[in-house]
């Protein structure tokens, strides 16, 4: 049974946020795990410049905030989403008993975090590459291997700007390329993959 069937079954409330609306902001002392039942949400640092830094995106069936909320810790990002968005909330108490109670959840949680750790390990190291094409093809590579082939990557340049540290007319330039290697191909400007 997937987490979120559970929770509706436990009649766990449901907030609703339109696209462009934060749910919560950085520095804030985190209250609760966020499952997302549809949208999908973004976790954005700006730096000193005001320029975003997109650390996650998260969809339908995923969540979020667990991190600040077992270690007790202020949010390190704010979180907007991208579409409308329907989220269900579980405060501390009621995460910890989840995590008691379903050893299938708490192994997702694992998986889960391990899954963060390994991504922003990995773009840490590609944040540090000089080679902006190399980061680009890294980071789309990364983002294809969950989808099969003929699935559309949904997202916008923009995005991929904003996860790569790059301005998106490198990502644009570096997406052309990349076709051109067979690395995935374009339909009406979305990358889809092989």
């Known amino acids: 049974m997937s987490i979120i069937k559970y929770l509706l079954e436990r009649n766990y409330s449901i907030y609703h946020y339109q696209k462009g609306e934060c749910v919560y902001e950085a520095g804030a002392i985190p209250k609760y795990v966020y499952f997302i039942k549809s949208g999908r949400i ?23 905030g667990e991190p600040a909320l077992l270690l007790q810790k202020r949010y390190l990002a704010h979180t907007l989403a991208d579409q409308d968005t329907e989220i269900i909330v579980v405060n ?13 959840f708490s192994m997702d949680l694992i998986h889960t975090l391990s899954n963060r750790l390994f991504y922003k390990s990995m773009m840490l190291e590609e944040l540090a590459n000089e080679q902006a094409a190399h980061r680009v093809a890294t980071l789309i590579d990364y983002l294809l291997q969950d989808l099969q082939s003929g699935e559309v990557l949904r997202l916008t340049r923009q995005q991929l700007a904003d996860m790569s540290g790059l301005r998106v007319e490198t990502v644009i330039r570096t997406i052309r390329q990349l076709e051109t290697e067979k690395r995935f191909r374009l339909l009406r400007g979305k990358i889809v993959k092989i």
């Open 92 to 104: 501390r108490e009621q995460f910890l008993e989840l995590l008691e109670e379903d050893r299938a």
């Open 42 to 64: 973004s976790m954005v640092t700006v730096n000193a410049e005001g320029r975003e830094f997109i650390q996650g995106i998260f969809k339908s069936g995923q969540y979020f």
